[in-house]
């Protein structure tokens, strides 16, 4: 494994800085240059590759894309082309006055009332959220700048466990995170935490409670995301969806479920269910 030490450059081969990395054209493997590997010539998306372990570091990758050009090819020139991510920058511009470390504390002093009666949250720690809160403050941009965004416990965090509702993964904390999760750090978004899912995303329940009558279910298998937007602890929540795990619960708990068209927000880091769906 490579630990990078800041010298990787875009038009290096890849095989200068990781000896170890083969293609089944032999002849291409001192072609294929870090750039090629980043972007979309190797069929892959540029947050992808933190999914699939680059040698480099996550923050030298995420560097290295966000000076790319606008113009630069990504596949689906999905940096920016989602619908959710879009309305979350909404909220960012209304708010963007605000002290960010201001909103998303009294977001933390409201979760604390609800939280006991709601059940939300599985992992959710209040220095963690505070500490990004206040880089938002410092921060010079981004579309979701300071966003609170809480995120599905089968969607992989890199400093937080994903338990995948399961005994099995209890504690699991990812080597990287989820290209979703990835894209949101990208744009200064707060990641409040991990809400509970049914186990495995799918059938067997968590401990969430409906935010508007705690006797209700607040429906599967994105639990704790719906009922934190619908509780309104966070304007926005990170699910997923084979069947019906995103805009059941959303309509469950009152608030709105989008699930984009395949492929429009990359799948890399989250727990599959179906490849086809």
Known sequence: TLVDDGSLKWDDPVNRHYTGFKLSDPNADALLSVRDLLTHRTGLGSHELLWYRA???????LAQVERLPLEYPFRSGYRYNSIPFMAAGR?????????????????????????PVVKAWVHLDPEEVLAQARAADKASGGLLRGVPIGVKDI??????????????????VPYVDAACVALCRLENSVIMGKTVTTEFANRHPGKTCHPMDASRT?????SGSAAAVGDAMVPLALGSQTTGSTIRPAAYCGCVGYRPTYGDIRCAGVMEASGSV
Not at 55 to 61: A, C, E, L, T, Y
Not at 166 to 171: A, N
Not at 218 to 222: I, L, Q, T, V, Y
């Open 218 to 222: 607040p429906g599967g298998s994105s």
């Open 155 to 172: 969607i992989d965090t890199y400093d937080m466990p994903t338990g995948h509702n399961s005994p099995i993964f209890e504690g699991k």
């Open 55 to 61: 040698p480099w570091s996550i923050d030298h990758v």
């Open 91 to 115: 909220v960012a511009e209304r708010v963007g006055k605000s002290k960010w470390e201001k909103l998303v504390r009294e977001r933390l002093d409201y979760i604390a009332t609800r939280e």
